[in-house]
């Protein structure tokens, strides 16, 4: 048997990063087999389409897409598409791989999976982006569908991208199928708290945090990164619960007020000048120092690496919620640990998102409707009920709460192969 990421190693097969780093703490205690971690570390269906699509000035542009079906042994494949001008499919990959834990995590009947176009949506007009939407559809079209592989938004992507994703699956099928993709606006078979359920799943499960280390609810000052869906709707309903947000930021930097930030005005700021840039509320600061500044809960909400070995050590909140896709190193996830400051991972923190999706695949299977009250009820029982299961496996063996998700995510995912006869 070779030793320690020798053995994770696939050479050419091996497209998943995250589970060379991320798996390797963890096999030697759960006894995994050879069989069992080759599963857990190679992605079932890994899909690269290229497709051409005219643009306006009437040039053709060729364009890059991938899906990557991660994990499917206990249900269907679940995740998002994202638009970036950087996507490589080896993240991709990652991606896909995080989604198979953070479905098995909060115990909901899916699969992971990711996608993405390489693409800068800022450099394309509405129409062009439908186009190239979808075209990237029609070359997957095989491949996605209520029971294979359903996607959802992700970064640069949201509920108008997914009504083009509906419409040209449903052309090709020449039927309706609004179960196969989540994230639809309530129109259209979405649930209205989808927008918001990331960022409520991850203040469900970060309460009970707050609970366990006993920090005073009433004097909690949070810093967020980002202010995209997720960071956006965390901020806002954040400072309607009563916390101090005291720094937010979003692409191009932030802003910092010790005293607390006025959220509705920053809203209404971000919508008007499309920056934070200019707030008058607080003073600016850079990504980078939103990171270390003086707060109790740090909440990641942007994109991965953020907290790396040389940040880590400067972090000063006691709290970190991941509610980006893998915002924190493997090294640093180990540093904030040795500091005892609590890192909610985002198998859990973020997994809020997908956990609306499956409301609304339920209810869009059965053509039912549920209201917003029925949706919170029950995303608050799973989510808490998911920190619960962490926090006890963190207690009994005293390790990181990402340890904890893993294995549990991996047992479950592992039990699913053998019920199938596939260990
Ligand atoms: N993109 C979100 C995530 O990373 C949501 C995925 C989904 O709802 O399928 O969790």
Known sequence: MAKNHERIHHDEKNLCNLCVTELEGIYEELELTDAELDILSVPRRV????????????TTRMFIGHR????????????????????????????AFLMALKCAV???????????????????????LELVTRAYIRAIADFI?????????????????????LDEYEHLKREHAPAMVTGKPV?????????????????????????????????VRVAIQGFGNVGENAARILYERGYIVVAVSDSKGGVINQEGLDIREVIVHKRKEGTLQGFMGGQSISNKDLLTCDCDVLIPAALSDQIDRNNAKLIKAKIVLELANAPTTSEANILLFERSIMLIPDVLANAGGVVGSYFEWIQSLSNDYWDEEQVLVRLKKVMIDAFNDIYTVCREESCTMKKAAYKIAIKRILTAEKLRGNL
């Open 145 to 165: 569908g209520p029971f294979k592989d359903i996607p959802a938004p992700d970064v640069y992507t949201d509920e108008k991208v997914m009504v083009w994703i």
């Open 106 to 128: 909060v115990n909901i009947p899916f699969g992971g999976a990711k996608g993405g176009v390489v693409v800068n949506p800022k450099e394309l007009t509405r129409d062009e």
């Open 187 to 219: 129109e259209l078979g979405g649930i209205k708290a989808r927008q918001y359920s990331t960022s409520l799943g991850g203040i469900y499960v970060l309460e009970e945090a707050v609970k366990e280390k006993n920090i005073d609810k009433s004097h």
């Open 68 to 95: 990557v079906q991660f994990n499917d042994s206990r249900g269907p494949s679940k995740g998002g598409i994202r638009f970036h001008p950087e996507l490589k499919l080896d993240h991709v990959s990652d991606l």
């Open 47 to 58: 899909f690269t389409v290229h497709f051409p699509v005219t643009l306006t000035n009437g």
